[in-house]
Nanobody
């Protein structure tokens, strides 16, 4: 499974961004996809995840502001981020879990700053 993430950038507090993650390869084996983020010096943390059946889960910090979705026809997962805060600044990583193996995208930087 290969993952290609995109959509990061610089946004002002209160703004929005949409991250995309396109999967290729053995995509039929993917059970769950998600977005994680990491700040330098801290552990990578789960932001949101979506199962193959469409069930979603969110970190408390993301609830009410972020929405994860998937387009099965495009093999793509999205993370819509609204009402962004400076503390959302991080490198965001796309993740796919397939046959008990984790796969990671290359990371995309999100900077929330005025």
């Amino acid at each position: 499974v290969q993952l290609q993430a995109s959509g990061g950038g610089l946004v002002q507090p209160g703004g929005s961004l949409r991250l995309s993650c396109a999967a290729s390869g053995r995509i039929f084996s993917i059970n769950r996809m998600g977005w994680y983020r990491q700040v330098a010096g801290k552990q990578r943390e789960l932001v949101a995840a979506i199962s193959s059946g469409g069930s979603t889960g969110y970190a408390d910090s993301a609830k009410g502001r972020f929405t994860i979705s998937r387009d099965n026809a495009k093999n793509t997962v999205y993370l819509q981020m609204n009402s962004l805060k400076p503390e959302d600044t991080a490198v965001y990583y796309c993740n796919a879990e397939a046959i008990a193996t984790d796969y990671w995208g290359q990371g995309t930087l999100v900077t929330v700053s005025s």
